[in-house]
């Protein structure tokens, strides 16, 4: 699988991309409000590598925890599946727990994503292509 992006939790997220911008990433698209998970999504670029930030708007989001305990913090790699079903199975048969269920991403043109766990390495999503 090839890597998408890596995702990176914030509370501002337009702080955020300003502190990027100062690094020279660019804006990839405007922000996202992503119903589904209830976090506002905004993708940047640098010499060909993309940063999600992900930025939630609820007390009931889905990373509304994860804000409190690792407040703006890297916290996953999305990696982009040749063949989503095969390689979800693969990566179950390799220690990977699915977190939910594949669900379209707003962010990223309603592609289905879901995010795994892995006791040694932590949270990846996957994504199809």
């Known amino acids: 699988m090839?890597?998408?992006h890596i995702g990176y939790l914030v509370k501002k997220i337009e702080k955020a991309a300003a502190a990027f911008a100062g690094l020279?990433?660019?804006?990839?698209g405007e922000?996202?409000?992503d119903e589904i998970r209830k976090v506002d999504?905004?993708?940047l670029q640098k010499d060909g590598y993309q940063v999600e930030l992900v930025s939630p708007?609820?007390?009931d989001s889905v990373v509304a925890g994860m804000i409190k305990t690792y407040k703006?913090?890297?916290y996953h790699i999305c990696y982009e599946a040749r063949d989503f079903e095969a390689d979800l199975k693969k990566l179950e048969e390799s220690g990977y727990i699915r977190i939910d269920n594949p669900t379209a991403a707003p962010a990223i043109c309603g592609?289905?994503?879901v995010f795994l766990m892995h006791p040694a390495m932590g949270m990846i999503e996957v994504l199809e292509n």
């Open 2 to 4: 090839k890597i998408h």
């Open 24 to 28: 020279g990433y660019v804006r990839a």
């Open 31 to 33: 922000i996202t409000h």
């Open 41 to 43: 999504i905004l993708f």
């Open 57 to 59: 708007y609820s007390p």
């Open 72 to 74: 703006n913090s890297p």
């Open 111 to 113: 592609k289905k994503v």
